[in-house]
């Protein structure tokens, strides 16, 4: 039997303030909750700007604590009323000094199911995060929820095949990559890297873009948010390059079981000889 699972992620530009880019994304759960949508994931830092274009101090006060914090708190209330899964990407702080890029998953029924912790941390122009978070500790952590079995990776992670495959390995069936990525810099692996991350570890993938150019600096977030299937395609056709939008696609998650049959790609590795990658 067929199983449809209706997903969506949205790209969003900045607003200005901290509020109402809450009150925006609450707005769009709820237009995606009244198409029929289960699952749905914002952007990297989805209620701030994207500050690591500069180093300043000040902004270490857009982090909170994740889940005892206001906004994981809010969202649990949203998604119960919605009975959707979310996936938040917010700055976390653990204590005062020690902040990371993460991301809360929600379930359908509001309970808080954990987090993850971006891995691998940039430091070039446009993209200063060294400055503003600690490496993830968290491992690669896949969540049971209402939908199925998700993982979450993050913007500058997805460089890293790694991580994909430990996400696929721990049984995930739909990965988000809730992303900060400019025009010019690596615009020429968007639609490359995720796909191949999909077809390779025979999964769906969600990557979610921002939008537009920040007061902060001249990052040109060009969106392009959209599903890849396991077989490695888009799910229909990505988001605009330039404009604020609600993506949502019905993802057949029989396809998972198909590529696998099709590909023995996890039968197939050879753990005993990648030893050496991790000596290196």
């Known amino acids: ?5 209706r997903a969506a992620i949205v790209q969003v530009a900045w607003t200005g303030d901290q509020e109402s880019m809450i009150e925006r994304h609450e707005k769009y759960v709820a237009e995606a909750a009244a198409a029929g949508t289960r699952v749905m994931c914002f952007q990297e830092l989805f209620y701030g700007p994207y500050f690591c274009q500069v ?18 708190k809010r969202f649990q209330e ?55 978070f600690r ?4 491992g690669f952590p896949v969540f049971d929820t209402a939908v199925g079995r998700v993982g979450v990776y993050i913007c500058y992670d997805r460089h890293f095949p790694e991580g994909w495959r430990a996400l696929g390995l721990n049984g995930a069936q739909l ?11 690596s615009s020429y692996l968007w639609k ?12 769906f993938v969600g990557a979610i873009n921002r939008v537009g150019v920040e007061p902060l600096g001249d990052n040109d977030f060009y969106g392009t948010s959209y599903f890849a299937s396991p077989h490695g395609q888009f799910v229909d056709d990505p988001a605009s390059d330039q404009q604020e939008e609600l993506v949502i696609r019905d993802l057949d998650m029989a396809m998972i079981d198909e590529a696998r049959a099709q590909w023995a790609f996890y039968r197939d590795r050879r753990p005993d000889m990648y030893g050496p990658l991790t000596e290196a």
Do not use: C, W
């Not at 039997?1 to 699972?5: A, G, K, L, S, V």
């Not at 180093?55 to 994981?72: C, H, K, L, V």
């Open 1 to 5: 039997m067929t199983q449809i699972i």
């Open 55 to 72: 180093q300043e101090a000040e902004y270490y006060s857009y982090a909170e604590a994740i889940p005892d914090g206001p906004t994981t």
């Open 78 to 132: 949203i998604a119960a009323k919605h009975a959707m899964v979310l996936v938040l990407p917010m700055y976390e702080q653990e204590q005062p000094g020690v902040l990371y890029n993460t991301a809360a998953v929600i379930d359908a029924d509001g309970r808080y199911l954990g987090k993850y912790r971006k891995t691998h941390i940039p430091q070039v122009k446009g993209f200063l995060e060294k400055f503003y």
């Open 192 to 203: 490359l890297e995720q796909t191949a991350s999909a077809a390779a570890n025979m999964y």
């Open 135 to 138: 490496p993830g500790n968290l």
């Open 175 to 185: 990965v988000f990559n809730p992303s900060a990525t400019s025009r010019g810099l």
